[in-house]
Antibody, heavy 121, light 107 residues
């Protein structure tokens, strides 16, 4: 069974940093590109970032470019999102999602349940 | 940035009725790069349709997608009770984006 389990969310002050993680199981992690998607309270889905199977291609939404860094550890079947210079508007449920292919440019067919990040003073 | 605009914002229908959801893009989208997702409260989003019209694994055939260029449609032929949810279109080419969602609610 494919499983994606996010962790690391919490309450953080504006301007501070936080790293969220996604542990996966049930599939060969390095066969797939991975993504982060977020949902602010009462809002829709927003794509945040994606990373190819070998970390050779990475892409970010304009809203987080320069502040967030996506990475992966294929040996430990984990995906990460390092978030810095956090803003109140970054408050959201952060989902980890698997692509249907090993490169970027494909849809997302498996999702975790999300980890909540709250940015507030 | 390629903007996707979904309409209507809310669709009020009864079980058994047909639902037609629209997704309009600010510029042409390759049909290969358009998907639809279903999202229920407290659950993970679910891929329904990819490549404009291909159903994802396990998706019932009452869900269908169509369109080209800047106009795309998700059709649910006969609504089942479990279909009441929020639906998002997504273009997954360069720098993916989602539409703002259409809520399908019970009338």
């Amino acid at each position: 069974e494919v499983q994606l389990v996010e962790s690391g969310g919490g309450l953080v002050q504006p301007g501070r940093s936080l790293r969220v993680s996604c542990a996966v199981s049930g599939f060969t992690f390095d066969d797939y590109a991975m993504h982060w998607v977020r949902q602010a309270p009462g809002k829709g889905l927003e794509w945040v970032s994606g990373i190819s199977w070998d970390s050779g291609r990475i892409d970010y939404a304009e809203s987080v470019r320069g502040r967030f860094t996506i990475s992966r550890d294929n040996a430990n079947h984990s995906l990460y999102l390092q978030m810095s210079s956090l803003r109140v508007e970054d408050t959201a449920l952060y989902y980890c999602a698997r692509s249907t292919d090993y490169v970027l440019g494909y849809p997302l067919d498996s999702w975790g349940q999300g980890t909540l990040v709250t940015v507030s003073s | 940035e390629l903007v996707l605009t979904q309409s209507p914002g809310t669709l009020s229908l009864s079980p058994g009725e047909r639902a037609t959801l629209s997704c309009r893009a600010s510029q042409s989208v390759s049909a290969s790069y358009l998907a639809w997702y279903q999202h229920k409260p407290g659950q993970a989003p679910r891929l329904l349709i990819y490549g404009t019209s291909s159903r994802a694994s396990g998706i019932p055939d009452r869900f269908s997608g169509s369109g080209s260029g800047t106009d795309f449609t998700l059709t649910i032929s006969r609504l089942e009770p479990e279909d009441f949810a929020v639906y998002y279109c997504q273009q997954y080419g360069s720098s993916p984006t989602f539409g703002q969602g259409t809520k399908v609610e019970i009338k």
